[in-house]
């Protein structure tokens, strides 16, 4: 009879990918939108990256985050390069239920080795008649019907109280990488795949959530097995004892030479995945793309490669898993074939009892089975060891933004000033700014216009704080960027990026997105002075109506509404229209441009715009050139000056 075992089959060492949810790109038009993000790669270089002090992995945790979401990260900090350190830091406090866990587990195989004895007993006395009792009998079948009856407790509490400690590791892993990649730079999500943050943050956790499981349930069992094995096998005959020792070595060379393969097409495996996950949600991202540019087959041959390489790599995997499996069973029954003729010799002999000869092979099976869980344990153990390290790589990572700085500002007043800024991206790229000077007196308009390059998208990177001029400062309202805590500062401004995103869910979630409850009414202003009103009147449920990902049942021109919408029920002190109407027919770019209109003269507005007939009403118009401001003033002054701004504009006609 077996007892349940909890061995990992050939499957768990394959768990597929956990399907990942789509990437929700439910960011908000304030501040930190992809668009106007993309080039923020100042931020890291300059600006919000702190490579010193212990603050690095966890700067500005929102305050409200629950606790046990950065221990984790505190983990991976305290234990850096040490993973196994890290896996074992996990169960800091749940001492209590892991003994619970631990005694359970352990009644639980008890049948596994006082059904042996019982056997071999019945076996004895009724071959034995002469020296024993019969009563001896019931004796042993009421004690083997006990065993055997408590399992189902037994395991009901290990399900429980291990279930709870391994699950909630695996959400603080989860919640860990979600608070960490919220503070990481803008330019560390530009330069890494989304697809492969989804696969930490799904698959690898999930495989550490079945190394935990796997290991726990079976290393205890595997340890007590083979000492009680041992011992009873001892008390009974030295000389059966000293055969079974001869299994361990074998045990030892099988895993050491099937240790290096392994590992390594595990690794192979993992970052294959990791690869492909990525790829996916590209293609997936891309399709209207392909599509519009009939280019499917190129996509399909693409990934038709991509999993051709899985394939093989997989298969490697599964041969050498399977191999392995196989060489280490074949070892082992040869053994047990020569201990039968071994044990069925020595009761022969008349040295042991008949009984003993089944003791002992179904002790000489439990050893053979625990090695064997054992080997089979080594795969598991590498992809999760492997894992642990993989989720470490964004634990670990130091480029987070720190945003907390001394000054919290007030209720903004909205006064801009670049002084005498110089910035460039890198020490290894040019100047972009040099020297740049200008003052936006709050509630003005303004625009920037200019060559492509000439620095205009990095004037409103750094308004927005995503970089850090290597000289002169930006100030608002007075006080220094540098200064000022960020976070803070962004609740008070917003920007309208080119493409607006849009998350699944209602129309007023996504107008309202992150401000929790707003009432009606305020939805209703908004959605009017935006011109949306004609709009939400057609859809069926009205604000109610569910947009879908992406929300790409509506116009671009709609789209951009929205964001502005969404600006302005945040009453912000500054906005940032960047090129917020150069994807638009000239149909949806009027009204974009009335709902822009709007806003101008209740906030400072800035805007960076193509087409130079958008921003006529601008206050100021600022023309650049190389980094630097060549002509400033009002539409109508720059027309008649017939400069720079009088050239682009003719061009353009
Ligand atoms: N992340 C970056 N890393 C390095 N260089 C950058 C980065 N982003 C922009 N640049 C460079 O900085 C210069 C100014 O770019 P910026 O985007 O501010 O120009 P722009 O006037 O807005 O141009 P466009 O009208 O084409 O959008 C360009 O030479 C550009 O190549």
Redesign the pocket.
Known sequence: MSAPTDEPTPDDLQSPAQTATTPSTTIADTAASPTDTA?S?AAATVGNTRSDGDDRWTADVPPDTPWSFTEYINAYRRNAGHPVHILLSFFRGSGGRLAIATLALVAKQSPCWVLPIVTSNIINIITYRDQHDLSELWVNLTVALVFVLQNVLSTWTVALQFGRVNRNIERKLRGSLVVKLQQLSIRFHNETQSGRLLSKVMRDVENVEVLIDQTYRSLPIIALDITIAIVVTAMHSPTVLLFFALTVPAAVIAIYCFRKPIRQSNHDFRSQMEQTQAAVAEMIEMIPVTRAHGLQHVEIDHMSKRLNHIHDTGLRLDVVNGLFGATSWVVFQVFQLGCLAFTSYLALNGRIQIGDVVLFQTYFAQIVNSISSLINLYPVLTKGMESVSSIGEILQETDVERNARDVEPARLRGDVEFRHVDFR?SPD?PM?LRDFSLTVPAGQSLAFV?D???????LLKLLIGFGVPQAGSVLVDGIDLKEMDLDAYRRQIAVVPQNTILFSGTLRDNIIYGLGDVNDAEVERVVREVGLDDVVAELPEGLDTQLGEHGGTLSGGQRQRIAIARALIRHPRIIIFDEATSALDSASERKVQAAIDHMMGQCTTFM?A?RLSTIRNADRIVV?EHGRAVESGSYDDLMAARGKFYRLKTLQE
């Open positions: 080039t790669s991206y790229y972009v200019g492509s390059g000439s620095g205009k998208s990095t960076v193509h650049m």
